[in-house]
């Protein structure tokens, strides 16, 4: 139906809390109550069982500031629940708390879907930690960004409560994380078609093919663990190993397959004969290692590269780049994509940048490299 407001039917439960600091657990958890317009009496009694349900029962009086993350998330979620919507978003609600609290919440949350005490018919929950996907989901679906489209969608069989430790359970993590790092292995293992990417099949331009988020210098120290375990790993495996989750790496998992310094399979990277030689080379070889490969792999900085060489003096204004880039982009993601860039390109001395004058000068040895 057509909206021309507020949807009554939905309620969320935001990342970072969102409570008003000046009213109190109750006062807050009232909101939407107050909002629809229910009699004072009523939205007290509402209120006051929901704070029952998440716990929180002896803390209606306590104002957001005494409470810790976990505890101002739960009064986020009595908030929510309190107006019995049919469908209820989160986005990201675990992800600002610390590990046990989060496992403590998510258990809870569970609880209360199989148990039916949640007065909501459906819950659309925002992630980007995989297991926790596998963990809570009925249906997950996999997105690509710009655009964000939809490359997977997967059913999820396990049977509640779910065991982290099952063969059932790791396969399907390997699976989403294979759709994530090579798209045609992990069509095959869940026996379906190759998933929409987002991206036209043609050549890669800048708006099509975004930069990865990170720094060389972190794409080094991922080369640089991998061949000193001999090349080759589970991304799991490496994330356990490091203290990170999976998706932390994904980015620069990302940067070295776009770079051909290392390719995946399913659940597993390894290097490339590129990266394996960018891995062993002393500082100066590596970067002009990294420079090529960036110029081949990168279509951001080599469009960069290419402008310059063509311009008379060698020299351009970051805004011309800024005005294509938003084309594909909002301001903020197309000023951190030529961030990246710019970063990338003077790690790789491939141009100079003068921030203060917004000016790009292309370097002496990078023309040879296009």
């Known amino acids: 139906?057509?909206?021309?407001?507020?949807?009554?039917?939905?309620?969320?439960?935001?990342?970072?809390?969102?409570?008003?600091?000046?009213?109190?657990?109750?006062?807050?958890?009232?909101?939407?109550?107050?909002?629809?317009?229910?009699?004072?009496?009523?939205?007290?009694?509402?209120?006051?069982?929901?704070?029952?349900?998440?716990?929180?029962?002896?803390?209606?009086?306590?104002?957001?500031?005494?409470?810790?993350?976990?505890?101002?998330?739960?009064?986020?979620?009595?908030?929510?629940?309190?107006?019995?919507?049919?469908?209820?978003?989160?986005?990201?609600?675990?992800?600002?708390?610390?590990?046990?609290?989060?496992?403590?919440?998510?258990?809870?949350?569970?609880?209360?879907?199989?148990?039916?005490?949640?007065?909501?018919?459906s819950v659309l929950i925002v992630t980007h930690n995989i297991e926790e996907a596998v963990l809570l989901a009925d249906r997950i679906l996999v997105l690509s960004s710009n655009p964000g489209r939809i490359r997977a969608e997967l059913p999820v069989g396990l049977p509640r409560p779910r065991d982290r430790r099952t063969p059932e359970f790791e396969a399907l993590v390997d699976t989403v994380y294979g759709i994530l790092t090579d798209r045609d292995h992990a069509m095959q293992h869940i026996g379906g078609p190759a998933p929409d990417t987002g991206r036209p099949s043609g050549p890669q331009t800048p708006t099509t093919q975004p930069l990865p988020d990170v720094s060389p210098g972190g794409l080094?120290?991922?080369?640089?663990?991998?061949?000193?375990?001999?090349?080759?790993?589970?991304?799991?495996?490496?994330?356990?190993?490091?203290?990170?989750?999976?998706?932390?790496?994904?980015?620069?998992?990302?940067?070295?397959?776009?770079?051909?310094?290392?390719?995946?399979?399913?659940?597993?990277?390894?290097?490339?004969?590129?990266?394996?030689?960018?891995?062993?080379?002393?500082?100066?070889?590596?970067?002009?290692?990294?420079?090529?490969?960036?110029?081949?792999?990168?279509?951001?900085?080599?469009?960069?590269?290419?402008?310059?060489?063509?311009?008379?003096?060698?020299?351009?204004r970051e805004g011309l780049f800024l005005d294509l880039l938003r084309r594909g982009f909002s301001d903020e993601d197309a000023r951190r994509q030529l961030d990246i860039a710019i970063d990338w390109g003077r790690y790789g001395e491939l141009f100079e940048y003068e921030k203060d004058e917004g000016k790009l000068e292309l370097g002496p040895d990078a023309i040879g490299m296009l």
């Open 1 to 121: 139906m057509p909206l021309n407001g507020a949807n009554p039917g939905v309620a969320m439960v935001f990342q970072s809390f969102a409570l008003l600091p000046w009213l109190t657990v109750q006062q807050n958890v009232e909101l939407g109550l107050q909002a629809q317009g229910v009699e004072e009496a009523e939205r007290r009694d509402r209120a006051l069982r929901a704070i029952d349900l998440i716990g929180l029962d002896g803390f209606e009086g306590a104002y957001p500031k005494e409470l810790s993350g976990g505890m101002r998330q739960r009064v986020g979620f009595a908030r929510a629940l309190v107006v019995e919507p049919d469908a209820l978003f989160m986005d990201e609600p675990f992800s600002a708390l610390d590990v046990l609290t989060a496992e403590n919440l998510r258990n809870e949350l569970v609880g209360l879907w199989e148990g039916r005490e949640a007065p909501v018919k």
């Open 220 to 316: 080094s120290g991922l080369l640089e663990i991998l061949a000193a375990r001999g090349g080759e790993d589970g991304l799991a495996e490496l994330a356990d190993e490091l203290s990170f989750e999976v998706d932390d790496l994904l980015p620069l998992v990302d940067a070295a397959v776009l770079l051909d310094l290392a390719r995946t399979d399913g659940p597993r990277i390894a290097l490339t004969a590129g990266g394996t030689e960018f891995a062993e080379a002393d500082i100066l070889t590596s970067k002009q290692l990294f420079a090529r490969h960036t110029v081949t792999g990168a279509p951001l900085v080599r469009a960069i590269v290419q402008a310059l060489a063509a311009s008379g003096d060698h020299i351009l």
